[in-house]
């Protein structure tokens, strides 16, 4: 299902500005330029760009705020919105923009979803990020090209979950749900997200690896979701997968490809062995390579997350040279993401104690830029696979 505009209208607001609000399948897009507002069919702020700044909203109600302080080259300044009182003038500053079209009289197709987004104001928006946490763990970090999937947390947290330079589900015990509470899950974030599923047509299943699951157990789950969510909603399933636990042959990926499996995230962090073990990551890289080859063999696109700045200045050569020798070796298409992921180290990590013993030091901002491009130079697929930054930082769900 594609996403089209079904009613449009223009006029000109109060401030003598020209606006056009159109009515999607999918969301409500309001203009009034340079001001831009989307909401989902219930109502709920998705984007909202005023004041030259960018406001996303979470289905959790966390808001991240992005400001370009430059385009060339590009920079922007990156905050998780804290302010409560920030939140609710945003919220309601679009509100006035919503009341202001409303007492327009534009054509009646909109007049359910404008007083639906004006029922959601902030009081009800901040009700519903608690109402949340009732039916979701947090939902730590998903892929960049997932911001706007559906999550299902069939599982949760990591089964390894001991990387050095990760925290993402240090929070919770890895388990699998029973088929019950799976069922429950879906069932709840159904009612939950509402219209909003428009919106939201992908299906990410969470945590951090949830094709650990056994085949039997991942037919059962995969059936519920068909269940209860109509073909027509889901464009694909996604996941993130490890290459070190996960145990599954060509014919299990060829069965979740068909059951709509389109894309796998894979962190291979880097291509050097010995750097792995400052991650405590497992390897050796090959067996990432072995994992990505069978899946782009099963038909299963996969998005590869290179951790830059990794082992710091002492590592830099060695984590370049070597992550370019297993990048080329993994059957990478256009259809395939390699992303770009900058070391972001809490002092509560283990990385953090490990960079102290060993000096490793922490690249600046040109440096990571430096050691991004010089991986890129290394690529010699003959069909360059994407390539973009992972900034985990961006991340609300
Ligand atoms: S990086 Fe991935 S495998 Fe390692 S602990 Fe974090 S989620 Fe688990």
Request: one cysteine or more; glycine letters at 6%; a positive charge.
């Amino acid at each position: 299902m594609e996403s089209k505009i079904l009613h449009e209208f223009e006029y000109i607001t109060r401030d003598g500005k020209e606006a056009y609000l159109a009515l999607f399948n999918d969301s409500l897009k309001l203009h009034i330029s340079p001001e831009v507002y989307v909401y989902d069919l219930e109502g709920r702020p998705v984007f909202i760009y005023y004041n030259n700044v960018l406001y996303e909203r979470g289905l959790s109600n966390e808001f991240v705020a992005k400001k370009w302080t430059s385009f060339t080259p590009p920079k922007r300044y990156l905050a998780r919105v804290k302010d409560i009182g920030l939140k609710k003038r945003v919220v309601e500053y679009a509100h006035m923009r919503i009341k202001e079209v409303l007492s327009l009289s534009p054509p009646s197709e909109f007049t359910p979803i404008l007083r639906k987004i004006l029922y959601m104001n902030f009081d009800r928006l901040d009700e519903e990020g608690r109402r949340f946490y009732q039916i979701y763990k947090p939902i730590s970090i998903l892929p960049p090209d997932q911001y706007l999937a559906l999550v299902l947390q069939p599982v949760e947290g990591c089964p390894y979950n001991k990387c050095s330079f990760c925290t993402f589900y240090r929070d919770r015990k890895f388990r699998f749900k029973t088929i019950d509470e799976f069922r429950k899950h879906v069932k709840y974030v159904i009612n939950f997200v509402g219209k909003g599923i428009l919106m939201r047509r992908k299906i990410f299943l969470a945590d951090a690896n949830a094709l650990v699951t056994p085949m039997n157990m991942l037919k059962k789950y995969i059936s519920i979701i068909y269940e209860y969510i109509p073909n027509i909603y889901i464009s694909g399933l996604y996941s993130f997968m490890d290459y070190f636990t996960v145990r599954k042959d060509l014919d299990d990926f060829k069965w979740l490809r068909g059951m709509g499996l389109k894309m796998v995230y894979i962190g291979l962090e880097t291509g050097d062995e010995s750097l792995l073990k400052i991650l405590n990551k497992p390897g050796p890289p090959e067996k990432a390579v072995e994992a990505v080859n069978l899946l782009k063999k099963a038909g299963i696109d996969v998005g590869v997350i290179v951790l830059i700045g990794a082992g710091g200045k002492k590592y830099f050569d060695r984590h370049v040279d070597n992550t370019i020798k297993i990048l080329n070796e993994m059957y990478l298409d256009d259809r395939d993401i390699i992303y770009f992921s900058k070391l972001k180290v809490s002092e509560s990590s283990e990385y953090y104690k490990i960079s102290s013993k060993y000096g490793l030091g922490y690249l600046s901002d040109d440096e990571m830029e430096d050691q991004i491009r010089r991986i890129k130079d290394g690529l010699r697929h003959s069909r360059k696979p994407i390539q973009a930054i992972y900034d985990i930082d961006e991340f609300i769900y």
